[in-house]
Structures are given as structure tokens and as C-alpha cells.
Nanobody, 126 residues
Framework: VQLVESGGGLVHAGGSLTLSCECS????????IGWFRQAPGKEREGISC????????YYAGLTKGRFNVSKDNLKNAVYLQMTNLTPDDTAVYYC????????????????????WGRGTPVTISA
């Protein structure tokens, strides 16, 4: 099982970025994919997640309608579109995979995610 994030970089405040999470070694249909981030000096926090099977979504309050998650099961990939970025969005962004559980559904409980990517850094300049 492997997850590889890409698409991070340096953008000016107000700009946009789309991050990709390429998944291999498993079928997206059987997993929930979550997006998380860790800012310098802060704990890692959950952003959003999507069911690879039915596209069910959950967004944390911090997204404030600026972030959108989508998936492409043919490519076994998940995407995080971020708009109206601010310096507070500066962080390393991670995607992670958790086996789908019909009793639990989509969630952002970090401890439950078994597989993690190495992250992609995002820097927003003022």
C-alpha cells in the first residue's frame, strides 16, 4: 500500500493549488481517503475525507468552503482543490487511507488511518 502526494509549492495569498494523492497497492473502492495537514509548530489536523466507494464527503470547519475533495477511481487518485489560500494554510499536507467500515463511514480520526503518504509542503506567502 502506498500513497504519494504531489502538487504542493509556493503560492501567493489568494491563490489556488490542487494537490494529488496517487494510491497504489489497493483499490480506492475499499477505502476512505483523508487529507490532513501539519503547520510548523502545530499538531496535525484533519481537513477532509472522501469515501472511495460512493464519494461520501466530510469537511472540517477549517476549510470554510474553500477546499474541495474529489476522486478518480480509474486513476486510483484523490484530489484536494484549495482556493483563496492564506498564510495560515502553510503546512505539510498528507493523504491517508483507512479501510472502509460501513458502520463508521467517512471520518477524520487520525489514529484510525492505517496508511499515510510522506506529505507535500505548501507555502503561502503574504
Amino acid at each position: 500500500v502506498q500513497l504519494v502526494e504531489s502538487g504542493g509549492g509556493l503560492v501567493h495569498a489568494g491563490g489556488s493549488l490542487t494537490l494529488s494523492c496517487e494510491c497504489s497497492g489497493f483499490s480506492l473502492d475499499d477505502y476512505v481517503i483523508g487529507w490532513f495537514r501539519q503547520a510548523p509548530g502545530k499538531e496535525r489536523e484533519g481537513i477532509s475525507c472522501i469515501s472511495g466507494r460512493d464519494g461520501d464527503l466530510y469537511y472540517a470547519g477549517l476549510t470554510k468552503g474553500r477546499f474541495n475533495v474529489s476522486k478518480d477511481n480509474l486513476k486510483n487518485a484523490v484530489y484536494l482543490q484549495m482556493t483563496n489560500l492564506t498564510p495560515d494554510d502553510t503546512a505539510v499536507y498528507y493523504c491517508a487511507a483507512d479501510k472502509l467500515n460501513d458502520h463508521v463511514g467517512v471520518h477524520l480520526v487520525q489514529a484510525a488511518y492505517q496508511h499515510w503518504g510522506r506529505g507535500t509542503p505548501v507555502t503561502i506567502s503574504a
